[in-house]
Nanobody, 123 residues
Framework: QVQLVESGGGSVQAGGSLRLSCLGS?????MGWFRQAPGKEREGGAT???????SYADSVKGRFTISKDTAENMLYRQMNSLKSADSGMYCC????????????????????WGQGTQVTVSS
């Protein structure tokens, strides 16, 4: 059974940076990061496939970077130029068995989720 554990969240001022980490156990071919704010659906996706191809939601393109260390089974999300609108619970996710390029940016595509790490950006 795949398990995901996020870390690296915290409080930061607008314009600052944070790097989130997600440790996976088990098979994690394609992975994604999503933000969930209270009362809202998961959004702001960034995904990475087993071949390293990445996709980003328009709201984070150019500011956030998703990467992975396959040997360590780690997923990262580097977030720069943070805005107050970026605040929320950040969760990593995977869909077991999916090996194609550019996995979906839709959160419902993913079947396994971590508990999340909180990010608060103050203006």
């Amino acid at each position: 059974q795949v398990q995901l554990v996020e870390s690296g969240g915290g409080s930061v001022q607008a314009g600052g940076s944070l790097r989130l980490s997600c440790l996976g156990s088990g098979s994690t071919n394609c992975m994604g990061w999503f933000r969930q704010a209270p009362g809202k659906e998961r959004e702001g996706g960034a995904t990475i496939a087993s071949d390293g191809s990445t996709s980003y939601a328009d709201s984070v393109k150019g500011r956030f970077t998703i990467s992975k260390d396959t040997a360590e089974n780690m997923l990262y999300r580097q977030m720069n130029s943070l805005k107050s609108a970026d605040s929320g619970m950040y969760c990593c996710a995977t869909r077991v068995g999916f090996v194609a390029s550019h996995p979906s940016l839709g959160s419902t595509f993913y079947t396994t989720w971590g508990q999340g790490t909180q990010v608060t950006v103050s203006s």
